[in-house]
C-alpha cells in the first residue's frame, strides 16, 4: 500500500520554494542578457549528455504520486527535462491501482507507470503491456542495486523495471525524553520489547501503544505491516518469501504464530491504546493520527514506517534528542538486521528514443540524488550520496537500505496477488481486531489466494 502511505510524505510548502528555487540555480548557469548567455538553459548540461537531446518530444508519465511529493518529483526531472529536450507530462491519480489496467486495455497507456506494488506490475506483465526494461536501465540497476531491488522488477526471469524510492517499514517511535526520565531501555529483542511493554503497562502512567489502521477502504494495512515485520524477524526470510509466493498456505503455523505474537500486543486492552480507546479504536483511528499520543504522554510507542516523519505536527523535531525519534522493531536476537519496506518501480509501455533516455535517467544516481536531496524520499540506489539527505532518520534509513549487512524485504502486501494483499489481508486484519480468532482469519485468507 504504497499509493496511501507516501502521500504522507509531505514537504512544507515554504521549504519546497526553498528548493525549487535552488534547483532553478542548478549549476550557476542561469540565463544572464548582459553576458549574451540568455537563451542558455539554467541547469548545468554536462551531466545530461549521454541522455542524448530530444527536441519537440513528450513522454507521459503515470503515478500514484500527488499533491506536494508531486512537486517534488517533477522538480527531480527538471534539469533533465531542460537539458534534454524531453518535456515530462506528468499526471499523478488516487485510482492508479484500478485505472493503469483499464487504460492499457483500451490502448491508451502512458509512456510510463511507476507502480507502486511489485505485483500490480506483474499484472500488467501478464497482460503482455508492459516492455521489457531498456539494457541501458538493466545495467544501471545491475551496477547501482542489489539482487533482491532488481527482483522486484523482474518477472519470470525477465527485468521489466527499474526501482525508483523507498521507505523502511517497522520503526518504533518514542519520545526519547519520556524514555530518559522513566528509565526505559531501547529492546534489543522482541522478548525485551514485550517485557518493556508489560513494564509500562505496570507502571500504569501511560499505555505502552497507540495505533490507527483507518485508512478509507484500505483500512487494516497498518496491522500488515506489524504481521509482515514478525514474519520476517521469527520465522526468517525464506518462510517470508515462501509466503509471499504461496509456497506455504496463508495459514501455515509459522503465519498464525506472527499474528499471535502481535496480537499479544494489539489485542490487549491493557497494552493499547493510548490516548485514544479501546482495542477497536484503532480501527476507527486515522492511520496518520495514531501517534499523536506519543507527543502528550498519553502512549509510549507507536509502530509505523520511516514516513511517519511526516506525520507529526509542525515544528516537531524529529532527532535522537529531539521530541521523538524512531527504533527499529528488534528481532528474535539482538543485531538482528532484518527489516521490511516499499517503493515503486518504473515501467514501460512505449519504446520511443526519449522514453529510454527518461526511464535510464529515472535509473540514475543523478536523479535520486536530486529526489532525495528535497526530503521526504529515500532511496536504495547505491549512487545517492547519504549526505544529501536533509534529516537524521532519512539517512539511517538510506544506510539500512544501502548496507550489505541488512536483510531486506519487501511489504509482502503489496507482493501478494491483488485478490490477497491488497483485499482480504485488509480485511482480515480488521476481522482480527474485531475479535475474530487467528485461525478463522487465517483460513479466510487462504481461501481467497487465486488458483
Known sequence: MATIRTKK??????ALSVLTLALSAC??????????????????????????????????????????????????????S????????YEGSKEFETQIGVRSQAGNPPDIAIFPQPGLLAAEVAGGNVLPAPSEVEALVDENWSEDWKGYGTVDDVFYGAPMLANIKGYVWYDPAVFTEMGWEIPETLDEMMTLTEDIAADGTMKPWCAGFES????????????????????????????????????????????DSVGEILKSEEFVNGGIGDV???????????????????????????????NWPEGTTVAED?????????GVEAGSSAVTGGGEIIGAYADRP???????????????????????????NLALDPSVATSDLDRQSIELLQSEDTV??????????????ANSFWSGIVEWINGTETEEVLDTIEGTWPQ
Open 280 to 310: 477497536r479504536s484503532i480501527l476507527s483511528t486515522p492511520f496518520a493520527d495514531a501517534g499523536q499520543p506519543v507527543l502528550d504522554g498519553t502512549c509510549a510507542m507507536h509502530h509505523q514506517a520511516s514516513f511517519q516523519a511526516a
Open 9 to 14: 510524505a509531505l514537504l512544507p510548502i515554504a
Open 82 to 89: 531542460e537539458c534534454t529536450g524531453v518535456e515530462v507530462v
Open 216 to 259: 478509507g477502504e484500505a483500512t487494516g494495512w497498518p496491522g500488515t505491516d506489524w504481521v509482515e515485520d514478525y514474519v520476517l524477524r521469527q520465522a526468517g526470510p525464506e518462510v517470508y518469501d515462501q509466503w509471499v509466493n504461496h509456497e506455504i498456505p496463508f495459514n501455515d503455523p509459522q503465519i498464525a504464530e506472527a499474528f
Open 322 to 330: 529531539g521530541d521523538v525519534w524512531a527504533f527499529m522493531t528488534p
Open 354 to 380: 526519449e522514453v529510454v533516455a527518461f526511464q535510464t535517467f529515472m535509473a540514475s544516481g543523478e536523479f535520486a540524488n536530486a529526489r532525495v536531496s528535497q526530503g521526504s524520499g529515500i532511496s536504495a
Open 27 to 80: 549549476g550557476g548557469g542561469a540565463a544572464d542578457d548582459s553576458e549574451g548567455g540568455g537563451n542558455e538553459p539554467a541547469a548545468d548540461c554536462a551531466a545530461y549528455d549521454t541522455y542524448g537531446t530530444f527536441e519537440d518530444t513528450e513522454v507521459s508519465v503515470y503515478a500514484t504520486i500527488v499533491d506536494t511529493e508531486a512537486e517534488l518529483l517533477e522538480n527531480s526531472w527538471a534539469d533533465f
Open 408 to 421: 531486506f524485504r519487501f511489504d509482502a502486501s503489496d507482493l501478494m496477488p491483488g485478490a490477497v494483499g
